[in-house]
T-cell receptor, first 112, second 115 residues
Framework: KQEVTQIPAALSVPEGENLVLNCSFT??????LQWFRQDPGKGLTSLLL?????REQTSGRLNASLDKSSGRSTLYIAASQPGDSATYLC???????????FGTGTRLTVIP | SQTIHQWPATLVQPVGSPLSLECTVE??????LYWYRQAAGRGLQLLFY??????ISSEVPQNLSASRPQDRQFILSSKKLLLSDSGFYLC??????????????FGAGTRLSVL
């Protein structure tokens, strides 16, 4: 069974700092990996999707990398802003993206 | 553009009562539809998914059921709620077929408290 772990569980950084969130998964035979953002009490917003054949994806200040063989992904956030404060979730799919296995998330606080 | 609606936003129900949560998607046809639950302190868990009308797949045995009576409507139900059914329920959709079609888009969620 696929297990997804995110470390750290919580992170506080001063505004403007670059930061890295980590995600690891136990079964390297993934179909894709997605990073989501969740604001308190809200639904999830998709940030980046990386196909299993890709090594990284970029969107604005966000860069996600994937190392399938080692079962790891990182989400890099450049020049963090208070508006980046949220819980960040990674999720992997084994086949056809019909079943996403989620980590428990990293709660990020960016301090003005 | 596509939008996804979930209701109600918040629900408080007594143990043993029935449940019906509804999710609808607008602006697309034949979407894949998903129900997830997020229990306190735990990650999201996929409960059901559907690739078409009347086609429901269940990922975990539980007290809940799902139905898809129309192309863009997905309903989560229970005949008798348990305390353990409390949680944050999220509906999601995607187009499927690979690439960006795999990106899942989520509704705002329903917070269910069973007392």
């Amino acid at each position: 069974k696929q297990e997804v772990t995110q470390i750290p569980a919580a992170l506080s950084v001063p505004e403007g700092e670059n930061l890295v969130l980590n995600c690891s998964f136990t079964d390297s035979a993934i179909y894709n990996l997605q990073w989501f953002r969740q604001d308190p009490g809200k639904g999830l917003t998709s940030l980046l999707l990386i196909q299993s054949s890709q090594r990284e994806q970029t969107s604005g200040r966000l860069n996600a990398s994937l190392d399938k063989s080692s079962g790891r992904s990182t989400l890099y956030i450049a020049a963090s802003q208070p508006g980046d404060s949220a819980t960040y979730l990674c999720a992997v799919s084994l086949t056809g993206a019909n079943n996403l296995f989620f980590g428990t998330g990293t709660r990020l606080t960016v301090i003005p | 553009s596509q939008t996804i609606h979930q209701w109600p936003a918040t629900l408080v129900q007594p143990v043993g009562s029935p449940l019906s949560l509804e999710c609808t998607v607008e602006g697309t046809s034949n979407p894949n539809l998903y129900w997830y639950r997020q229990a306190a302190g735990r990650g999201l868990q996929l409960l059901f998914y559907s690739v078409g009308i009347g086609q429901i797949s269940s990922e975990v045995p539980q007290n809940l059921s799902a139905s898809r009576p129309q192309d863009r409507q997905f309903i989560l139900s229970s005949k008798k709620l348990l305390l353990s059914d409390s949680g944050f329920y999220l509906c999601a959709w995607n187009r499927g077929s690979g690439g960006d079609g795999d990106i899942q888009y989520f509704g705002a969620g329903t917070r269910l408290s069973v007392l």
